[in-house]
């Protein structure tokens, strides 16, 4: 098979896409980052996914440059944006590293907020449709310091001991 590295496709995968099985033609690579598997260890089927990916036959972990991170959080400042995680913010660094390197990078998600930040960078999405399920993430705060959880997901800062909250799928 003739295989062209120019221009070749890379999925990098959002923690929508490990939650609903995301799977690509065997011969694409596909790529996440750590934070994502930490958003989906939480959840249900997930377990099985990051165990998977664990072993080596689902998407490599790799992590961006801090340039491109930075890069993404400018422009995520500049549209208004939020929402985002900060897996989502390495998801989109990634994207843009690889896309830098002659990649052509298709960030699979199921997230709105992901999709318009990819849109005004200029990087494709390809949004999660999955047949015969319907199912939308909905997405809490937690604390990963005192375990403290809350309702639906935002930005801040725990109110029983001052850490950053992060984000886990509601069960
Ligand atoms: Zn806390």
């Known amino acids: 098979m003739c295989e062209e590295k120019f221009g070749k496709r890379i999925y990098i995968l959002d923690a929508s896409a490990l939650i609903f099985g995301f799977m690509s033609s065997s011969d694409e690579m596909q790529i996440t980052c750590r934070e994502v598997l930490e958003e989906v260890k939480f959840g249900e089927a ?5 165990t998977v990916i664990r072993e080596g036959v689902g998407p490599k972990i790799i992590e961006p440059r801090e340039e491109y991170v930075e890069a993404v959080k400018r422009e995520v400042t500049r549209i208004g944006e939020t929402g ?3 897996a989502d913010i390495k998801l989109l660094a990634l994207a843009l590293m690889f896309k830098d390197n002659g990649w ?3 960030i699979v998600s199921a997230d709105y907020a992901i999709q318009n ?3 005004s960078l200029n990087i494709k999405v390809e949004p ?3 047949k015969g399920i319907e199912k939308v993430i909905v997405w809490i705060s937690y604390c990963p310091k005192c375990k403290w959880v809350g309702g639906v997901f935002k930005e801040g800062i725990c109110p029983n001991c001052g850490s950053k909250l992060k984000r886990r799928p509601k069960r």
């Open 46 to 50: 997930a377990v099985y996914r990051a």
């Open 84 to 86: 985002l995680s900060d």
């Open 117 to 119: 930040t990819a849109f």
């Open 104 to 106: 052509e990078p298709v």
């Open 128 to 130: 999660i449709i999955h």
